[in-house]
């Protein structure tokens, strides 16, 4: 229950088009989902985050989308640019009063021009 | 540079000694976590610090391992009789709830090779 799934393991998108990530969680407990990218050599950046009492939220070229009922959700990056190109985590929160987050095992994203 | 701090960024050692890692946190934040990074994996929680208290260590991996944070402000990873499997990139993040969200801000990483 303490997992979170996140694929696809490496994503090969071209520059303009659309890096679709999926994750899917099992704890109805965790109540923070967000997004990190990374890239080689440094610690993970925060993205863009969801709370589970919303749908949709979008930032930029980011959006998370978040189905609560199926318990899970996805990151959209439109108009893909290759400095784009990084891992990205989702994770959820475990909760009890701090964020002792859950990382999926990340997906590779290589834009090509 | 106002972001987490991480020291040294990379750490090689052999299989028996102890190391021990350095994090500076964002200024004012008052959470401290340490993460592991095994490569091609999402970071594993560790440990985790509300100003100088360690409010949770169970996710730290065995008894070597060991954590403090004397005065509230930067904290250290001892890793006792390293093993090979204990190669891995060490994150530590800070953060500082406001108006119900906690941002956590990683840092660099310390890269340990247990040879």
């Known amino acids: 229950q303490q997992q979170v799934k996140q694929s696809p393991q490496s994503l090969i998108v071209q520059k303009g088009g659309i890096s679709i990530i999926n994750c899917a969680y099992e704890?109805?407990?965790?109540?923070?989902f967000p997004w990190y990218q990374q890239f080689p050599g440094k610690g993970p950046a925060l993205l863009i985050a969801?709370?589970?009492?919303?749908s949709e939220k979008k930032e930029g070229r980011f959006t998370i989308s978040f189905n609560k009922s199926a318990k899970q959700f996805s990151l959209h990056i439109m108009d893909s640019q290759p400095g784009d190109s990084a891992t990205y985590f989702c994770?959820?929160?475990?909760?009890?009063?701090?964020?002792?987050?859950?990382f999926g095992a990340g997906t590779r994203l290589a834009v090509h021009p | 540079d106002t972001g987490v701090s991480q020291d040294p960024r990379h750490k090689i050692t052999k299989r028996g000694q102890n190391v021990t890692f350095r994090c500076d946190p964002i200024?004012?934040?008052?959470?401290l976590y340490w993460y592991r990074q095994t490569l091609g994996q999402g970071p594993e929680f560790l440990t985790y610090?509300?100003?100088?208290?360690?409010?949770?260590k169970s996710r730290l991996l065995s008894d070597r391992f060991s954590a403090e944070r004397p005065k509230g402000s930067f904290s250290t990873l001892e890793i006792q009789r390293t093993e090979q499997g204990d190669s891995a990139m060490y994150l530590c993040?800070?953060?500082?709830?406001?108006?119900?969200?906690?941002?956590?801000?990683f840092g660099p990483g310390t890269r340990l090779t247990v040879l």
């Open positions: 993040a800070s953060s500082f709830p406001t108006s119900g969200t906690d941002t956590q801000y």
């Open positions: 704890n109805t407990a965790f109540d923070y």
């Open positions: 969801i709370r589970p009492d919303v």
């Open positions: 994770a959820a929160d475990h909760g009890g009063g701090y964020n002792k987050l859950i």
């Open positions: 200024s004012e934040h008052n959470r």
């Open positions: 610090f509300q100003n100088e208290a360690q409010l949770e």
